[in-house]
C-alpha cells in the first residue's frame, strides 16, 4: 500500500480530535477514569492504525479483530469506533494526497474487521447469557414446559457456536420458521389465538434475521452482521419470553379446569361467567343458564364402585363438550352436578338444546365389568332475555335450580325450562 506519505502526527490528531469532542459531550466519561487513559488509548489506536497501512492482509485483519475485541471488552460502541475512524479518514482526505479511493478502501476494510472483533466478542457474551436463561428455565418452569420454552434459545445457541466457529452457514441449517420444530410446538399451545399470532410473527422473525445474518457472515460484510446479530438476539430473548409467558398463562388457566370432566372448575365460575354474560347484555343477546344433575349417582358409586363412577363422570363431560357452541361455558358445578351457559340463543333452541342433551345421557352406552351401566339426567333451565341481564349470577342459577329440583321431584330423566322473571 502507498501511504508512504502519510504523517503519523495527522493520525494522532485525528483520534485526539475525535476523543476531545466526544469527552467534551460526556460521551465517554462513563468508560474512562481519567485523561491519562484516553491519552494512552489515543496512542495505541494511531500508532496500530499507521503500522496496519504497512501489514500483509493476514496480520491486518488479525490485528483489527483484535483490536475490535478490545474495544468490545472495554464497552465502548461500535458505532462510536466507526466514527473515529471515520474523522481519521476524513482528516487524511484534507492533509495527504493520496487518492481518495484508496483512502476510503482501506478504511472500510479496518471498519469491516473492527466490526467482526465486535462480533467475536458478542459470540462469547451471548453463549453465556443463552446459556445462563436456558438453566433459569430448567428452575423455573415444570419439565413437561421446559423444551417448549428453551426451544428458541437452544436453536440459538447452537446458530451462534456455528458462527463462533466461522461456519458459513446454508438455508439448510437454518430454515425458515414454518419448517422449524419449534412452530408446531407453539401452535400446540392452548392460548389466545391473538397471542399465539403474536409469537409465530416473532418466530418468523428470529429465523429471517437468523437467514440474513449467515448471508452477510458468508459474504465478510461484519458491520452489517454486527447489527443483525444483535437484533437477532433481542428477537430470541423476546421469543423465549412471549413463549415463557404464554406456557404460564396456560398453566394459571389449567387451574380453572376439572382434571376429570374437562370442564370449567365451579371457583372460576364468578369471573368467566361475568364476562361472558356482559357481552350478551352489551350486544342485546337472550342466554339461557342449565343445571344438569346425573339421576341416582349415588347408587352408581354404590352398586358399580367410584372407578366406574369416574368414569360416568368423565363420559358426560366429553357429551356436555360436544354440545358446547364457541361462546358456552360448562362448569363442573359439584360432584354430579353440570353447569351450562348458552349464549345468544331463542327459548325454543335452548329447549331443544337441554332435550337433546337428555336423549343423549340416556342413549349414553357405559359399559363396566361386562355390563352396562343405566343412565338419565334431570335437567333445570332458565332462559333469560337481553334486557334481564342485568341480575346477579346467584339470581338466575337460583331460578334454575328451582326447575331442577321440580324436575327431579316429577319423576327424574326430564327438562324443565323457564323465562326468567324479576322478582
Not at 122 to 141: C, K, M, P, R, T
Request: proline fraction near 1%; glycine fraction near 4%; charge should be negative.
Amino acid at each position: 500500500m502507498a501511504f508512504s506519505c502519510i504523517n503519523p502526527k495527522n493520525i494522532e490528531k485525528a483520534f485526539t480530535e475525535f476523543y476531545q469532542f466526544m469527552m467534551n459531550s460526556e460521551h465517554f466519561h462513563v468508560f474512562f477514569t481519567g485523561q491519562d487513559q484516553v491519552d494512552a488509548l489515543i496512542k495505541i489506536q494511531a500508532n496500530n492504525f499507521y503500522e496496519s497501512l504497512s501489514m500483509s492482509d493476514e496480520d491486518f485483519i488479525k490485528n483489527y479483530v483484535d483490536l475490535g475485541l478490545m474495544h468490545a471488552k472495554m464497552q465502548l460502541p461500535f458505532e462510536d469506533m466507526v466514527s473515529g475512524l471515520s474523522m481519521v479518514r476524513d482528516n487524511l482526505l484534507k492533509n495527504t494526497s493520496i487518492d481518495t479511493k484508496k483512502i476510503y478502501n482501506i478504511v472500510e476494510k479496518m471498519e469491516c474487521y473492527l466490526a467482526k472483533g465486535y462480533l467475536v466478542y458478542q459470540f462469547e457474551d451471548v453463549l453465556n447469557q443463552l446459556q445462563l436463561s436456558i438453566d433459569n428455565i430448567y428452575g423455573a418452569y415444570a419439565e413437561e414446559n421446559q423444551d417448549v420454552v428453551t426451544s428458541a434459545l437452544t436453536w440459538f445457541l447452537h446458530i451462534v457456536k456455528n458462527f463462533q466457529a466461522e461456519k458459513n452457514l446454508e438455508y439448510a441449517d437454518i430454515l425458515t420458521a414454518d419448517l422449524c420444530p419449534l412452530t408446531s410446538k407453539i401452535k400446540a399451545l392452548d392460548i389466545e389465538p391473538e397471542l399465539k399470532q403474536r409469537i409465530l410473527m416473532s418466530h418468523t422473525e428470529q429465523h429471517s434475521l437468523a437467514l440474513s445474518m449467515a448471508f452477510f457472515f458468508r459474504e465478510e460484510d461484519y458491520m452489517l452482521a454486527n447489527f443483525m446479530f444483535a437484533k437477532l438476539f433481542a428477537i430470541t430473548v423476546s421469543l423465549s419470553n412471549q413463549i415463557g409467558l404464554a406456557v404460564s398463562q396456560q398453566a394459571i388457566e389449567e387451574l380453572h379446569y376439572d382434571a376429570l370432566t374437562g370442564l370449567l372448575l365451579r371457583h372460576s365460575l364468578e369471573t368467566k361467567l361475568l364476562n361472558t354474560l356482559n357481552q350478551s347484555a352489551s350486544a342485546n343477546q337472550s342466554v339461557a343458564m342449565m343445571m344438569l344433575d346425573l339421576d341416582h349417582f349415588k347408587k352408581i358409586n354404590d352398586t358399580w364402585g367410584h372407578q366406574a363412577g369416574d368414569k360416568v363422570l368423565e363420559e358426560l363431560g366429553q357429551l356436555i363438550q360436544n354440545n358446547q357452541r364457541e361462546n358456552d361455558l360448562a362448569f363442573r358445578y359439584g360432584g354430579e352436578e353440570f353447569l351450562l351457559f348458552v349464549s345468544n340463543v331463542s327459548f325454543d333452541n335452548a329447549q331443544s338444546i337441554a332435550e337433546r342433551i337428555r336423549l343423549q345421557v340416556e342413549a349414553l352406552t357405559i359399559e363396566w365389568e361386562g355390563k352396562c351401566i343405566p343412565l338419565t339426567m334431570s335437567i333445570g333451565g332458565v332462559f333469560i332475555e337481553g334486557v334481564q341481564l342485568g341480575e346477579s349470577i346467584d339470581a338466575y342459577i337460583e331460578k334454575a335450580d328451582q326447575n331442577l329440583y321440580e324436575a327431579k321431584e316429577t319423576g327424574r330423566n326430564k327438562v324443565i325450562m323457564s323465562k326468567f322473571k324479576r322478582s
